[in-house]
């Protein structure tokens, strides 16, 4: 058996559209059911941020997530293919007109991305302040929160409806398999064949 990680919502259904054409069979979680057994592998329903620290502790052999969020958590673990979906930036997005002002001695960042954002600043040598935030991040500068955030752009919609506009980017991001070291190892027949058998419908 395999275990899979992957994040709810639209990652996880287009990957599931991977496996049903890589090995000829309908894979969808049934209503409310965080698990999926079928063919030898078993499918598990998890928030985007949790897919990480699945696969990290062997919970699940390997995990679907995006380039931002294996970032984050700067786990060790083998990233094994790109799955060319999920595309999106991690850009800043800056009040209308306005500009990054490095000359100012502190910027106030809001983010869900804190690491990204701040090894940013540190490379730049700038001094921030990172506000964590879960999601709406958009909102953050129109009320005075935060100079600017840090977030995901994918067609730039989003930051223009919420009066912002997209700045520099920071990283380019996109879906990838990835395995635990210890799986991987264990399990590398295995893992490989469904590697190059999703790499095929790719
Ligand atoms: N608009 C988008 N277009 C393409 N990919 C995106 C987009 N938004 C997010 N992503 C990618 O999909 C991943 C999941 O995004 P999503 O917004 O579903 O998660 P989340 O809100 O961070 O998850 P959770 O609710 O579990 O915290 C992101 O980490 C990113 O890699
Ligand atoms: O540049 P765009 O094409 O507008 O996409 C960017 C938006 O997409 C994501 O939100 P999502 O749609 O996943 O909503 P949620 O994070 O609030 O669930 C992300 O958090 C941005 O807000």
Do not use: W
Request: net charge neutral; with cysteine; charged share 30%.
């Amino acid at each position: 058996m395999l275990t899979i990680a992957l994040p709810k919502g639209r990652i996880a259904k287009e990957t599931l559209d991977k496996f049903q054409k890589a090995f000829n069979e309908e894979f969808i979680f049934e209503d409310r059911k965080l698990i999926l057994e079928k063919q030898n592998f078993r499918f598990l329903n998890v928030r985007n941020q949790d897919v990480p620290t699945y696969v990290m502790h062997g919970a699940a052999d390997l995990g679907v997530v995006g380039l931002d969020v294996l970032e984050e958590k700067e786990y060790d673990l083998i990233k094994l293919l790109d799955l060319q979906l999920g595309k999106c930036k991690v850009a800043f997005g800056l009040r209308k007109g306005e500009e990054l002002d490095f000359s100012k001695s502190e910027i106030t960042v809001a983010t869900k991305h804190e690491k990204i954002a701040k090894k940013y600043f540190e490379q730049k040598a700038m001094a921030v302040e990172i506000i964590k935030l879960y999601g709406s991040i958009e909102l953050a500068p129109l009320v005075g929160l935060s100079d600017c955030i840090v977030d995901i752009v994918e067609t730039g919609t989003t930051m223009k409806q919420n009066g912002l506009e997209v700045g520099p980017t920071i990283m380019e991001s996109s879906a990838h398999l990835i395995a635990n070291k210890n799986s991987f190892y264990a399990k590398k027949d295995r893992i490989l064949d469904l590697k190059n058998r999703i790499q095929e419908v790719i």
